[in-house]
């Protein structure tokens, strides 16, 4: 199971169901690891481990129970962090067994999948004064779930040398060695603590990046695009260049990987960008722009519906989105940007579309009642918008 854009690595795990994720970190998983670390150690205070890790488990939300699972093993672990590193290395999973592991039960063989989260914050928090331990350990958890979030600690403390490692995995024959490479850097990683130094100059992952901008797994190279599309924040002038140069003799995937990695600079209508993606300033009418629900009401859908045609004597390929401009809490609006269609539109034709937008409860956003808008979009460029009313 992998979620777009999400911060941990799931690919390793075979659990489908819709099960909330703080519900991973369970008292099976806390016994398993209180298991495993007591095998590699017999002084390793088994029980006391498991009833400070799983103490009132069911009232904590993920990052809290995993960050309790944390201060457990700073408690019961050994005070040199070379023993209690050993005693984390020789509780771990066979990497072979660690991709058929189900994250929500325990595994005879070893710790993997949401076991190492916890394990990974550790490392990153007192691991500092040992460097080279702590580098085998993000690489030996990274193979089992992922470190990207401990190896932040290093990225903000030790960059130039962090950085060296992290050139060398570049070309590690595992996958999931060389995703941390581009996942761990990420400027913007969501749920982690920023990389300001690399917000400010993205500059020394681009070397990182360009290594792994051809690798042969995907989901290595979805990583880079998610890499690419956090600086494009920052430095979207930068992205649009880098765009460019990639995209001369690319492959299929580097093109995809390129339009991932711009799909922030191309909601925005980023000129530089569009243009090097091939898609100019529109030459397009819009006849038509009708709002078929002028009054929605919370829970059902705006559908709206318009009619372009083509002013060009050429082809050309088309890029058409929407913006829902949201009612605020003090009157004011806050648009967002939804991808709806790309196409070619020949010269002379017209394009018809309508579209349901779902105005219903999310947990990214609070509605509000009144007055409310919808964009259209095209290239980047606003042709037109039409209001409605939102009721509650």
């Given at each position: 199971?992998?979620?777009?854009?999400?911060?941990?690595?799931?690919?390793?795990?075979?659990?489908?169901?819709?099960?909330?994720?703080?519900?991973?970190?369970?008292?099976?998983?806390?016994?398993?690891?209180?298991?495993?670390?007591?095998?590699?150690?017999?002084?390793?205070?088994?029980?006391?481990?498991?009833?400070?890790?799983?103490?009132?488990?069911?009232?904590?939300?993920?990052?809290?129970?995993?960050?309790?699972?944390?201060?457990?093993?700073?408690?019961?672990?050994?005070?040199?962090?070379?023993?209690?590193?050993?005693?984390?290395?020789a509780s771990l999973a066979p990497e072979d067994d660690a991709v058929n592991f189900n994250g929500s039960e325990a595994n005879v063989k070893g710790l993997a999948?949401?076991?190492?989260?916890?394990?990974?914050?550790?490392?990153?928090?007192?691991?500092?004064?040992?460097?080279?331990?702590?580098?085998?350990?993000?690489?030996?958890?990274?193979?089992?779930?992922?470190?990207?979030?401990?190896?932040?600690f290093f990225l903000l403390k030790e960059p130039k040398r962090t950085l060296s490692v992290l050139k060398k995995w570049t070309h590690d024959p595992n996958c999931?060695?060389?995703?941390?490479?581009?996942?761990?850097?990420?400027?913007?990683?969501?749920?982690?603590?920023?990389?300001?130094?690399?917000?400010?100059?993205?500059?020394?992952?681009?070397?990182?990046?360009?290594?792994?901008?051809?690798?042969?797994?995907?989901?290595?190279?979805?990583?880079?695009?998610?890499?690419?599309?956090?600086?494009?924040?920052?430095?979207?002038?930068?992205i649009a260049q880098l765009a460019g140069r990639w995209l001369k003799n690319a492959s299929k995937n580097r093109e995809r990987l390129v339009r991932h990695a711009?799909?922030?600079?191309?909601?925005?209508?980023?000129?530089?960008?569009?243009?090097?993606?091939?898609?100019?300033?529109?030459?397009?009418?819009?006849?038509?722009?009708?709002?078929?629900?002028?009054?929605?009401?919370?829970?059902?859908?705006?559908?709206?519906?318009?009619?372009?045609?083509?002013?060009?004597?050429?082809?050309?390929?088309?890029?058409?989105?929407?913006?829902?401009?949201?009612?605020?809490?003090?009157?004011?609006?806050?648009?967002?940007?939804?991808?709806?269609?790309?196409?070619?539109?020949?010269?002379?034709?017209?394009?018809?579309?309508?579209?349901?937008?779902?105005?219903?409860?999310?947990?990214?956003?609070?509605?509000?009642?009144?007055?409310?808008?919808?964009?259209?979009?095209?290239?980047?460029?606003?042709?037109?918008?039409?209001?409605?009313?939102?009721?509650?």
């Amino acid at each position: 199971m992998v979620f777009e854009d999400t911060p941990l690595d799931l690919g390793k795990t075979k659990h489908c169901m819709p099960e909330p994720f703080k519900n991973f970190f369970n008292k099976s998983i806390i016994k398993s690891m209180g298991d495993h670390f007591s095998r590699a150690s017999s002084e390793f205070d088994r029980a006391g481990f498991i009833k400070a890790a799983a103490k009132n488990l069911e009232a904590l939300e993920l990052k809290e129970r995993s960050a309790q699972i944390t201060e457990a093993l700073k408690t019961f672990m050994p005070n040199d962090f070379e023993k209690a590193g050993a005693i984390m290395l020789a509780s771990l999973a066979p990497e072979d067994d660690a991709v058929n592991f189900n994250g929500s039960e325990a595994n005879v063989k070893g710790l993997a999948s949401w076991a190492i989260m916890p394990m990974v914050d550790y490392v990153g928090l007192y691991g500092l004064k040992h460097f080279d331990l702590s580098m085998t350990l993000f690489k030996e958890l990274t193979k089992r779930s992922s470190s990207e979030f401990g190896i932040r600690f290093f990225l903000l403390k030790e960059p130039k040398r962090t950085l060296s490692v992290l050139k060398k995995w570049t070309h590690d024959p595992n996958c999931d060695v060389r995703r941390l490479v581009s996942e761990g850097s990420r400027p913007r990683l969501p749920w982690a603590m920023q990389l300001p130094a690399f917000i400010e100059n993205p500059s020394p992952l681009l070397p990182l990046l360009e290594a792994l901008k051809d690798d042969p797994e995907e989901y290595v190279r979805r990583s880079v695009a998610n890499n690419l599309n956090d600086i494009a924040k920052d430095h979207p002038d930068l992205i649009a260049q880098l765009a460019g140069r990639w995209l001369k003799n690319a492959s299929k995937n580097r093109e995809r990987l390129v339009r991932h990695a711009c799909r922030t600079l191309i909601k925005q209508g980023h000129v530089k960008t569009l243009k090097t993606l091939g898609y100019d300033a529109p030459k397009i009418k819009l006849e038509n722009l009708k709002i078929l629900t002028p009054r929605v009401t919370f829970g059902d859908a705006l559908q709206f519906e318009l009619s372009l045609t083509s002013t060009s004597k050429k082809t050309q390929p088309l890029i058409i989105d929407y913006a829902i401009h949201h009612r605020k809490a003090n009157g004011g609006a806050s648009p967002k940007v939804f991808k709806w269609k790309t196409i070619t539109l020949t010269p002379d034709a017209t394009l018809n579309a309508k579209k349901k937008h779902p105005m219903r409860k999310i947990t990214t956003r609070v509605y509000y009642p009144g007055t409310h808008k919808v964009e259209i979009l095209v290239n980047g460029v606003s042709l037109r918008s039409e209001t409605f009313e939102l009721a509650i």
